[in-house]
């Protein structure tokens, strides 16, 4: 559509069709616009630096960022075991999850969001999770695949593929939950001597 608005030479025929298509062709550009800033935004999926991370200071950078009111948050983050990984990438999956719990409630009022942690053997175990909303299991099978969206108007469908890239670039897996009664939850495992891939 594009190519052939630049292609024309009569300017007031270049105009009608833009106008006519003007709808259409913002609702692509802010596509667009969503697409490139998920990338940008993540930028490297590999991580580059590798320290002790806290996942409760992450946590906690990532609420101060987000302006929630109605939601209730649940914290039970009892790992003992030290983990290492890249801050800044633990931070971007994290706050992707987070995200997605809070698009998905319904009407964003009292709705519980709960992160937890737990020590396994070899690797500590993360769970972000919120009540009232469900995946087909058909659809938990696609989640993680580039541009797999469901049910939004802008979805990029970038966020859980670049979460998952993020997750496995540590050594570590992630899943998905999803039941009517109890809610969606993915559980993040990451070994606890995690080295770079
Ligand atoms: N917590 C959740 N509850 C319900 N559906 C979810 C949840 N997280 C992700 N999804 C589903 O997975 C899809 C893919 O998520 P994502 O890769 O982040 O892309 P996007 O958010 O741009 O649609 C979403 O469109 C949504 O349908
Ligand atoms: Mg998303």
Known sequence: ML??????KDEKA???????FKPKLLNNLQYAESIISEIMVSGSLRPDKFEEISIGDILDSIMKRLSI?????????IHRQ?????????????S????NCIEALPNKKNYKIWFWSKDD?????IGVGNEGSYIYPEDVRL???????KGKANGTGLGLSIVKEIINNHSGDI??????????EFVITLPVLAYMK
């Not at 190519?3 to 024309?8: A, N, P, R, T």
């Not at 009111?69 to 983050?77: C, K």
């Not at 030290?82 to 994290?94: H, N, P, Q, S």
């Open 96 to 99: 992707n999850l987070i995200q």
């Open 143 to 149: 989640l993680f695949a580039d541009f797999f969206t």
């Open 69 to 77: 009111d109605n939601l209730i948050f649940e914290r039970n983050l």
């Open 175 to 184: 899943e998905c939950i999803s039941d009517i009664s109890s809610g969606t």
């Open 3 to 8: 190519s052939l608005l630049l292609k024309m």
């Open 121 to 125: 053997l070899n690797s500590i175990r």
């Open 82 to 94: 030290k983990l290492f990984g890249d801050k800044i990438r633990i931070y971007r999956a994290l």
């Open 14 to 20: 270049a105009n009608e069709f833009f106008l006519k």
